[in-house]
C-alpha cells in the first residue's frame, strides 16, 4: 500500500491480492499514476480505467472514493493475453 497526494486530495494506492509484482514493477505503476495526476479526481467512485505500460502490460485500475480515496491495482494483463476483435474475428494481439 502506498499513500501520495495530487491536487490536495491525499490517495491511496493498493494491489489487489491476486497481484504478485516485484517493488520494481510497483515503482513503475507509481510514476504512471503520477504522470496521471490532475485526471484521477474526474473519476466517480466506483470506476475503472487502464494505462498500457510497455514493461507490464494493460494495468488495471478501480477507483473508491468512499470513505477514502482509494485506487486499487486490480489486474495486469501481459501482452501475451491481448486479442483484438475487428468484424467478427478475434485474434491475438500483435504490435505493429
Not at 67 to 72: H, N, Q, R
Request: proline share 3%; aromatic share 10%.
Amino acid at each position: 500500500m502506498y499513500r501520495f497526494s495530487i491536487e490536495d486530495q491525499d490517495w491511496i494506492l493498493r494491489f489487489s491480492p491476486n497481484i504478485q509484482i516485484e517493488a520494481e514493477e510497483k515503482q513503475a505503476i507509481i510514476s504512471s499514476i503520477l504522470q496521471v495526476g490532475k485526471d484521477l479526481p474526474q473519476y466517480s467512485h466506483g470506476e475503472s480505467f487502464i494505462i498500457m505500460n510497455d514493461q507490464l502490460g494493460i494495468i488495471v485500475f478501480s477507483v473508491e472514493k468512499i470513505p477514502s480515496m482509494i485506487l486499487t491495482v486490480s489486474n495486469i494483463v501481459t501482452e501475451d493475453k491481448w486479442y483484438i476483435q475487428k468484424n467478427l474475428t478475434i485474434k491475438r494481439y500483435h504490435k505493429e
